[in-house]
Structure formats: structure tokens, C-alpha cells
T-cell receptor
Framework: QKEVEQNSGPLSVPEGAIASLNCTYS??????FFWYRQYSGKSPELIMF????GDKEDGRFTAQLNKASQYVSLLIRDSQPSDSATYLC???????????FGRGTSLIVHP | DTAVSQTPKYLVTQMGNDKSIKCEQN?????MYWYKQDSKKFLKIMFS???????INETVPNRFSPKSPDKAHLNLHINSLELGDSAVYFC???????????FGPGTRLTVT
């Protein structure tokens, strides 16, 4: 059974700091990795995706992928209180286009 | 210009009732999904459907059934509601073969 593991948190960081969110996955055949942000009471919103080993940057967000270690992370630079949300890691089904979601990490950015 | 919409937003009903949740997307996507998010925020796939294939998560009780009148709509029908069905249900869509999904606002179902 495909598994995606995340620390549930909460991860608390001060405003302006770098928040680091981590995710591990079990299926070595997975090729696509996603980060969704979910504010309380709202729906998940795709913020980053990465397919290749290494780093992918988009504004204040950087996704990092290490397929050998089966590890994907999300870095948020200059964290803002508005970044406070649950971040869901999702991994493709290794040939199936139905992703498996982790349980999410709650991030709190305090002023 | 809502991309993925769901109705109703809130649904309160009694055990044993039958209810439906509607979903519509105007993104031109080929594939639609239903997810259940429980009180611990775990997002679990229930169904994936396009005009070729229905994929059912084997853990979903057969009281749940998706109905698609056309590729822009995927409704969720639930028979004989149980207390454990209380959750937030999200509809989502994607291009066929793509992994990026776009979610609707969710329907909070409460079974009393």
C-alpha cells in the first residue's frame, strides 16, 4: 500500500523565518510530487509540484526532491502569518493518476 | 468564474436518509474526483471518474455511488447515511492523465 508520511505538527516559526516541511513516500515508482496548502475551513490549493530531483523555486516557495531517499520537502522563505495553514504532500500513484495524500503538517507563523 | 463548485455547502441529515451532493467544473477537465476529509484532516480518495473509467477506492462502502450526467458534472449519492459518514466531502477535477487537481469548496456533511 502506497504511503505518504508527514509530521502533523504544529510547526511554529516566527515571522520572517524559513519554514521547512517534510514528506516521505513509500512507492519508489512515484514520479510526481505536489504540495497543497489548505487554510482552515477551505479546500486544498495546489502551490507547488516537482517531477525531477533537485530544487524548484517559485517566489518564496522551494520544493526539494530526493528520489533516492524518497523524500520531498517544501521550504517557505520569509514566512508570513498568512502562510499559517495545513500543508498537504501528495504523491502520484506510480502510473496511476490518482495521488496519495499525506495527513498534512500544520504550520503556524507567529508575528 | 468559479472553477469547481459544489452544492450544498452544508448538509445536516439524520441517520438512514439518502442524500446527494452535486459537483460541477467549468475548466474543461476530463477527470473528476470525490474525496472525503475526516475530522483528523486526512484526505482520502473515494472515486476517480472520466468518460472511460470509474476507479473506486475499494474501502468505500457501496452505499456511496458517483453519478456523472456529463463530463462537467460528478454527483455523489449516499444511501442509508451513518454517523461515520460525517465529514467534509471535496470534489476535484484535473486534465486526463495530469496529476494537478483543482478542488471545489467542500460540502460539510453532518449525520445526526
Amino acid at each position: 500500500q502506497k504511503e505518504v508520511e508527514q509530521n502533523s505538527g504544529p510547526l511554529s516559526v516566527p515571522e520572517g523565518a524559513i519554514a521547512s516541511l517534510n514528506c516521505t513516500y513509500s512507492d519508489r515508482g512515484s514520479q510526481s510530487f505536489f504540495w497543497y496548502r489548505q487554510y482552515s475551513g477551505k479546500s486544498p490549493e495546489l502551490i507547488m509540484f516537482i517531477y525531477s530531483n533537485g530544487d524548484k523555486e517559485d517566489g518564496r516557495f522551494t520544493a526539494q526532491l530526493n528520489k533516492a531517499s524518497q523524500y520531498v520537502s517544501l521550504l517557505i522563505r520569509d514566512s508570513q502569518p498568512s502562510d499559517s495553514a495545513t500543508y498537504l504532500c501528495a504523491v502520484d500513484g506510480g502510473g496511476s493518476y490518482i495521488p496519495t495524500f499525506g495527513r498534512g503538517t500544520s504550520l503556524i507563523v507567529h508575528p | 468564474d468559479t472553477a469547481v463548485s459544489q452544492t450544498p455547502k452544508y448538509l445536516v441529515t439524520q441517520m438512514g436518509n439518502d442524500k446527494s451532493i452535486k459537483c460541477e467544473q467549468n475548466l474543461g477537465h476530463d477527470t473528476m474526483y470525490w474525496y472525503k476529509q475526516d475530522s483528523k484532516k486526512f484526505l482520502k480518495i473515494m472515486f476517480s471518474y472520466n468518460n472511460k473509467e470509474l476507479i473506486i477506492n475499494e474501502t468505500v462502502p457501496n452505499r456511496f455511488s458517483p453519478k456523472s450526467p456529463d463530463k462537467a458534472h460528478l454527483n455523489l449519492h449516499i444511501n442509508s447515511l451513518e454517523l461515520g459518514d460525517s465529514a467534509v466531502y471535496f470534489c476535484a477535477s484535473s486534465q486526463e492523465g495530469a496529476y494537478e487537481q483543482y478542488f471545489g469548496p467542500g460540502t460539510r456533511l453532518t449525520v445526526t
